[in-house]
């Protein structure tokens, strides 16, 4: 990961806007810089992945116009190798480089047509104007505000933004910023049940296989070390026994699990022995759960409750491997259950119902798990990338007919299974395995812990007084009150950086429930064993 930071006036003095910068450090501690441009400022926190020398930092500058981005361009070779037929010369390995040669051909239609994960802003200097745009999934984080005066200032965390802007909001995925206007170039939800897919089961279940082999292969391409969480679940299983297949030497994997009932860590351990992986175990306790809650929710700009739960382990793990390798990539299994399906979406009373949540989902995923991998991942000095967020993928994925995406096999997320069965990148066990939500997996005590301190933290009365001070997402468990009365202390009055509260779809039958863990649902089942 990277941070990017731009505002767009420029008479603020460069120590006030290095003061915002330096607030996400960690995210790009190899090296920063600012660039004062006409319009305004440009900073840059460098974390090294692709193109690792000094020359390779941004800013990048061409013919009066610059740009900073934290992304990850895929096929960028080609798109270079295009560009010096017609003439450009290139100073860096980087990626991002191509950025600007792009733009001064193709403008703002460049956004488009990246394979790309990423969050830009380009100064064109000719117009003095600034263009910012956001990958289509939201995986690299953007956000915005405006400064007292009406400046539009750009950055990576709202961190960033805290103390310039009165209100922060989420730059939206899949749009760019040009002129005070915020434009779609790109919906990856938009209109797809008229457009679904004719292709049989079988053209399916293929097509996901390979377009998911190709996402993950893609997403080893680095510079520097890459590792990969293994929880044990299908989902990150499926990326380490793929990318366990694609590479020469073992793979370094990482679990973690509480000290007294960790459930996925004996799962993780079997599939790091099937694909002989480096395997790494972390064993976290009580103690560490709960002294990990302030920084998880600092870290993370969030009040919601699956949300947090889900982060303290992965923060934790995460925080390991920074300390104890140099691993600075990190592959993990987000946004799987958005496309295939939850435990909570086998109560879906058609297929239309499906699909119009796996559109809610997909919209809304950057504000919920996409932020817990960006934030529990970056805050550690590491980089992510979201194998089942592929755009080729998703958009594929998105067009399948959602009556055969739901479960009416026994099993959820059957096409997904069964597209791997025949590799056998992983054992036929934890393919066919229920899904244990991420918390529940680390160990059934953590979320208890959790809820047991928030209910010492509170009196019954106290909760009812102190609860009714927010209007917006309102907190409804002692243990929503105290995430976020600490979100407000670091994040005051900016509740609206998140939509709501991640919970099962409370109009269908079986799901009107009062806590977001999957526990609670009537099919959990063997899921938590």
């Not at 000719?126 to 984080?141: H, L, T």
């Not at 965390?157 to 434009?183: R, S, T």
């Not at 958005?338 to 909570?344: C, N, P, R």
Request: aromatic residues 12%.
């Amino acid at each position: 990961m990277c941070a990017i930071l731009t505002y767009t006036r420029s008479d603020v003095s460069v120590e006030f806007f290095e003061e915002l910068l330096s607030k996400t450090i960690s995210r790009g501690p190899d090296m920063s810089r600012v660039q004062k441009v006409k319009g305004g400022w440009l900073g840059f926190n460098r974390l090294s992945i692709m193109g690792l020398n000094e020359a390779g930092m941004q800013p990048f500058n061409l013919n009066g116009n610059s740009v900073i981005c934290n992304g990850e361009l895929y096929g960028f070779e080609f798109l270079k190798k295009y560009l010096v037929s017609l003439g450009y010369s290139f100073k860096s390995e980087s990626d991002c480089e191509i950025l600007l040669p792009l733009y001064e051909k193709l403008g703002t239609k460049m956004f488009g047509l990246l394979d790309a994960e990423f969050a830009c802003v380009i100064y064109d200097g000719e117009k003095d104007k600034f263009i910012a745009a956001r990958d289509p999934i939201g995986i690299r984080p953007l956000y915005y505000g405006y400064d007292a005066d009406g400046y539009i200032v750009f950055a990576s965390e709202p961190k960033n933004l805290v103390g310039a802007c009165a209100k922060i909001m989420p730059f939206p995925p899949g749009h760019y910023y040009e002129d005070g206007k915020f434009v779609c170039y790109r919906d990856l939800t938009l209109d797809k049940e008229n457009d679904l897919k004719t292709d049989s089961l079988q053209q399916i279940i293929e097509n996901i296989h390979d377009k998911l082999f190709n996402g993950i292969k893609k997403r080893l391409d680095a510079d520097a070390p890459v590792g990969f969480l293994l929880s044990g679940g299908l989902d990150s299983s499926l990326v380490c026994g793929v990318a366990a297949s694609l590479s020469d030497k073992p793979i370094e994997t990482f679990a973690i699990g509480m000290d007294i009932d960790a459930i996925d860590l004996k799962y993780a351990r079997e599939v790091a022995e099937y694909i002989h992986s480096n395997h790494h175990e972390v064993i976290i306790t009580k103690d560490d759960v709960i002294n990990a809650l302030e920084p998880v929710i600092a870290a993370l700009g969030t009040y919601d409750i699956t949300t947090i739960r889900a982060s303290i382990g992965m923060y934790l793990l995460c925080k390991w491997i920074h300390e104890n390798t140099d691993i600075k990539v990190v592959l993990t299994g987000e946004i799987s259950d958005e496309l295939f399906g939850y435990k909570y979406t086998d109560f879906a009373p058609n297929a239309k119902a499906f699909q119009e949540e796996a559109k809610k989902r997909i919209r809304e995923i950057h504000m919920y798990d996409v932020l817990r991998a960006d934030r529990c991942i970056s805050v550690n000095s590491l980089e992510a990338r979201v194998p089942f967020g592929d755009l080729d993928f998703v958009d594929y994925v998105m067009g399948i007919d959602p009556a055969k995406k739901m479960n009416t096999y026994g099993i959820g997320k059957y096409l997904l299974r069964k597209a791997f069965e025949k590799d056998e990148v992983i054992p036929h066990s934890i393919l066919m395995r229920e899904k244990a939500a991420f918390s529940d997996a680390v160990g059934h005590s953590l979320r208890d812990d959790l809820m047991e301190y928030a209910d010492n933290t509170y009196s019954y009365a106290d909760y009812e007084i102190r609860k009714k001070k927010y209007t917006h997402a309102t907190p409804f468990t002692k243990e929503s009150l105290l995430y976020r009365e600490i979100f407000e202390k670091y994040y005051p009055e900016q509740s609206q950086m998140v939509a709501d509260f991640w919970m099962p779809n409370k109009n269908w039958k079986g799901c009107d429930v009062n806590d977001p863990s999957a526990r609670v649902l009537s099919n959990y089942g063997m899921s938590g064993k």
